[in-house]
């Protein structure tokens, strides 16, 4: 395993554990050159079918550039890492048991949005003025009063 700081080859794995839901082994590692620690997790690969972007392109479902652009929505928001993790392996799961060969970008880019309407508010909106690529301040606006209208715009739905 590369390792991230050095990018030596060479490491020795410390620790290992099941993850909570039992589809990933949790490996802490130290490089063998600059003696640094690092997580690593160890999933049993499986058959992912192609995402239809909206222009028609096709790609394969990448879960790294899914989990980047959540966290982007949930910078110095009080959602833990653990979270995101667990979501995106739960939509995995109902990826794989669609049997499909491809799916639409849109199906999961709606999965995110419900996702975070659920867990933080200013999250939601950050992923939506991407996702939903607002025109103009009044579109932006239209979904911020929706939400406000919905019970939340107190910054977070976990009650802070």
């Not at 589809?23 to 058959?47: F, H, I, K, L, P």
């Not at 392996?89 to 995110?112: A, C, N, P, T």
């Amino acid at each position: 395993m590369k390792c991230p700081f050095c990018g030596a080859l060479d490491s020795r794995v410390i620790d290992s554990r099941l993850s909570k839901d039992g589809n990933a082994v949790r490996r802490r590692r130290e490089c063998a050159d600059c003696q640094r620690r690092y997580t690593t997790y160890e999933r049993v690969e499986s058959t992912i079918p192609l995402v239809v972007k909206k222009d028609g392109r096709r790609e394969q479902f990448d879960r790294d550039k899914l989990k980047s652009g959540i966290l982007k929505a949930c910078q110095k928001r009080p959602v833990g890492i653990d979270e995101i993790e667990r979501f995106l392996d739960e939509l995995q799961g109902r990826i794989q048991e669609l049997g499909e060969r491809e799916i639409e970008s849109g199906w999961l880019g709606e999965q995110v949005m419900t996702y975070l309407h659920g867990l933080d508010d200013v999250a939601y909106v950050r992923f939506a003025s991407v996702y939903r690529s607002f025109r103009d301040l009044k579109e932006f606006m239209s979904e911020v009063q929706d939400l406000i209208r919905q019970g939340g715009g107190k910054g977070g739905n976990r009650g802070n």
